[in-house]
Every structure is written in structure tokens, then in C-alpha cells.
């Protein structure tokens, strides 16, 4: 299986190319400095006007693979970033359209989760991302170097519940987690940890069936109609 993932839920968008269990190819782009532990295979562009499309095309270059090799298409699925899930989405989608791919979503979560397994990051695991409205999403794990298990499902919480967390000395991480909370440990959700999370899940869905995952409902005020100038 060729996979191509994107994962676009935080500032650190990735996308990475997976042949037969392998990454031969990951670019990131960034606004928050150099990514921790790339590894072999990974590059870097430190711009944020990278368009989606140039890194994929990047991605492509370094895996030494065409467009047309590209079976199977995993998306991260937030919570995160509301533009950056739904750019991947149109994208993954669009795909599909044109070219009859498989398409696979994965929690964004979850795949820091599996993120904190990659940079041994062991034991009660607080996985927290920016919910805005000084709310946080919030999933804890068990992580061990066998794997990861949900000890607690995703829910909104206040700060004030992180910070509890914190002050009895349980792990605290995600993107950007050290601008509200100190003594956490930043990760961001990787493409390449993305692409390998899809083979072992190997959950092909339809492009009607992805979504994202927010929690809450979306709210938007309808405009009132137009009024003519009185004469």
C-alpha cells in the first residue's frame, strides 16, 4: 500500500509518503521552530507560506513517487485547527473524486498519542489541544513502549482542570502546550507517525464518510437581508 498523509490540525502542518510500512519521505512546515526527533527521511521548511500543494508535491519528490501511486489518502481529523482539518479534507476528498483512491481519517489525537510513544514520552498521559474560549480539548492515555491505550475519552475542559493535572505532576502535552502551561512537554501530531497509524488501522472510508472531529456544534449568525436606501 502507497499512502500519502496529511496532517494539518496544528501549526506544524506535515505531510508525509508511506510505501509498504516504510516513510521514505516527510516534509513539515512551521511557525514554531525546528520539529523535535524528524528522523531519517524528514525535511524541513521553516516558512508558513508554503502552500498545501507545494508540500505535497515536496513530499512526493523526496519519496520519489507520482501523484498516480498514491493508493490510500489518511487525513488527521483534529480537534485543532478549523482551516487546517478542513483544507485536508477538501483535499482528500477531492482526491477521490478525481482518482478513486482509499481515504483513511485518523483522531488527531490519537495520533499524538502514538506521537508521545515515538518520542518516549511513558506512563498517564495528558494529551491537551488549544479548544479556544480559554477551553482546552483534552484525551489521556496510557503509553508504554508496547503501545497506547484511551484511559479517558476526548472532552472540553477549562484550564483550571489542566492546571490540577499539572500541579499533581501528571504529564501534560500537545502542540503549543507550554504557552498556557509551563511544566508541559510539546509534541505536534506528525504525517509520518500518520501514514504508519493508517496501515495498522487499514479503516477505508467513503470522502461523504470523513469528518472532523470538533465537539461542538458550529454556531454561525445568519446575516440579516439587505435594506434598500430610503429614497
Do not use: H
Not at 201 to 220: C, H, K, M, W
Amino acid at each position: 500500500m502507497t499512502i500519502l498523509a496529511l496532517e494539518f490540525s496544528s501549526p506544524q502542518r506535515s505531510v508525509a509518503v508511506a510505501r509498504a510500512g516504510q516513510v521514505p519521505g516527510e516534509v513539515i512546515e512551521t511557525g514554531a521552530g525546528p520539529p523535535p526527533n524528524r528522523g531519517a527521511g524528514a525535511s524541513f521548511r521553516g516558512t508558513s507560506t508554503t502552500g498545501a500543494f507545494n508540500l505535497i508535491e515536496a513530499a512526493l519528490r523526496e519519496g520519489k513517487l507520482e501523484r498516480e501511486q498514491i493508493e490510500t489518502l489518511a487525513v488527521g481529523l483534529g480537534p485543532g485547527s478549523y482551516t487546517g482539518v478542513r483544507v485536508a479534507l477538501a483535499m482528500a476528498q477531492g482526491w477521490q473524486l478525481a482518482c478513486g483512491i482509499k481515504l483513511s481519517g485518523v483522531s488527531s489525537m490519537d495520533l499524538l498519542a502514538a506521537q508521545a510513544q515515538v518520542e518516549r514520552i511513558f506512563g498517564r498521559v495528558n494529551v491537551v489541544v488549544d479548544a479556544q474560549r480559554t477551553e482546552f480539548y483534552l484525551a489521556t492515555y496510557e503509553i508504554s513502549a508496547r503501545g497506547w491505550n484511551v484511559i479517558e475519552p476526548l472532552r472540553i475542559v477549562t484550564a483550571e482542570e489542566i492546571r490540577s493535572r499539572a500541579v499533581a505532576r501528571e504529564i501534560i502535552t500537545g502542540p503549543e502546550v507550554t504557552r498556557w502551561f509551563s511544566d508541559g512537554r510539546t509534541i505536534f501530531p506528525r504525517a509520518a507517525t500518520l501514514a504508519r497509524l493508517a496501515v495498522q488501522q487499514d479503516r477505508s472510508v467513503g470522502g461523504e464518510a470523513l469528518e472532523p472531529i470538533y465537539l461542538r456544534a458550529t454556531n454561525f449568525v445568519k446575516a440579516p437581508p439587505r435594506r434598500s436606501a430610503a429614497p
